[in-house]
């Protein structure tokens, strides 16, 4: 089945430092997500994308995607304590839009030390 | 504005009982999405509904597992007889028309013993 791969699996960071992740597929993607989940709690959107190339910042967040429509990648400047939680990229197949069925990465887990 | 509200947060079934998981959409919002999250995972699609129809069912186990979204009342996720690989985190999310601008909740918790 489709699938995203997404990396890294976790990272362990010092506040202050900046911090990038990617996903990528062999699939084609008409849409990429990008969520937060902090424990206990749902996925929150951060960021969506919709065009390939497209370059979209959200505070110290900034997200692309891949012009290919394959992959997508997401970076935090500066990192405070308040970023730790896993990172999810999602996406929505070409063809798919009518169902608005997402495909989830594994999930990248930031650590920040103070 | 309450968001997507799911209820139980948690719940603990014995193998063979029934789960029902409850979710009740923003408000203005008829179409809704199961995802469910094993640890260490991403989540996974289950079902997507529209009021009082399944529109995709594509990520959900052939057997023992039922959704519905009636006229009136919350869309409810239905598990039964309960084996321990069910035991995950199952969120709903919500949105007021097909496609992928949608709120998700804070998920149940079931674990089975």
């Known amino acids: 089945g489709q699938q995203l791969n997404q990396s890294p699996q976790s990272m362990f960071i010092q506040e202050g430092e900046d911090v990038s992740m990617n996903c990528t597929s062999s699939?084609?993607?008409?849409?990429w997500l990008w969520y937060k989940q902090e424990p206990g709690e749902g996925p929150v959107l951060l960021i969506a994308?919709?065009?390939?190339?497209e370059l979209t910042s959200n505070g110290r967040l900034t997200a692309q995607f891949g012009i290919t429509r394959k992959d997508s990648f997401l970076n935090i400047s500066a990192s405070i304590p308040s970023d730790v939680g896993i990172y999810f990229c999602?996406?929505?197949?070409?063809?798919?839009?009518?169902?608005?069925?997402?495909?989830f990465g594994q999930g990248t887990t930031l650590q920040v030390k103070p | 504005n309450a968001g997507v509200m799911q209820n139980p947060r948690h719940l603990v079934r014995r193998r063979g009982q029934e789960a029902r998981l409850r979710c009740s959409p923003m408000?203005?919002?008829?179409?809704v999405y199961w995802y469910r999250q094993l640890p260490e995972e991403g989540l996974k699609f289950m079902v997507y509904?529209?009021?009082?129809?399944?529109?995709?069912e594509s990520g959900m186990p052939k057997e023992r597992f039922s959704a519905e979204f009636p006229k009136e009342g919350p869309s409810i996720l239905r598990i039964q007889q309960v084996v321990r690989g069910d035991s995950a985190a199952y969120f709903c999310?919500?949105?007021?028309?097909?496609?992928?601008?949608?709120?998700f909740g804070s998920g149940t918790r079931l674990t089975v013993v």
């Open positions: 408000k203005g919002h008829s179409h």
């Open positions: 994308l919709y065009k390939a190339g």
């Open positions: 999602a996406g929505q197949l070409m063809g798919s839009s009518n169902t608005g069925k997402l495909i």
């Open positions: 699939s084609i993607f008409n849409t």
């Open positions: 509904l529209q009021k009082e129809n399944i529109i995709d």
């Open positions: 999310a919500s949105s007021s028309q097909g496609g992928n601008g949608y709120t």
